[in-house]
């Protein structure tokens, strides 16, 4: 009996070991930005400002949901990148209701980022400030 046992037991971790230790299909959200929809109109109150993500890792085509001070204001299916063939962009618009500090975040599976962004009132002598290019946050992997 007592082999039985240990014969179930080590069979069980045979088949164990190796799922754990297999790669996880990853996603990761490597870089949140808000840009101008052109050089013509500049993000402002009332104006659309575009969101972009890029995405890396195996599940880089999976939908992103764009949130802004932790409200979702869209989400986007990523278009795969021409020029890198291990990369995607995903982009929502986002209409911003006033002036102020925003956090701007992305989320593709268990993978996020987010930046703060500033939208300066223009007749206050400010513009947009790009708060930094690199994601804060955490990085994850999709199982």
Not at 22 to 43: F, G, M
Not at 45 to 52: A, F, I, N, S
Not at 57 to 73: A, P
């Amino acid at each position: 009996m007592k082999s039985t046992t240990f014969a179930a037991a080590a069979a069980l971790t045979a088949a164990a070991v190796p799922a754990l230790l297999a790669p996880t299909a990853a996603a990761d959200t490597s870089q949140v930005r808000v840009d101008n929809v052109s050089d013509s109109q500049q993000c402002a109150v009332g104006k659309p400002c575009y969101v972009r993500v890029r995405l890396t890792g195996d599940n880089r085509l999976n939908q992103v949901t764009v949130s802004v001070n932790n409200t979702v204001v869209g989400y986007a299916v990523p278009v795969q990148d021409d020029w890198d063939s291990n990369a995607a962009t995903a982009q929502v618009t986002w209409v911003p209701s006033d002036y102020g500090v925003y956090t701007v975040s992305a989320a593709q599976d268990s993978s996020t980022a987010s930046i703060g962004y500033t939208l300066n009132n223009p007749s206050a002598g400010g513009t947009g400030s790009f708060g930094g290019l690199l994601p804060t946050g955490s990085a994850g992997s999709a199982g």
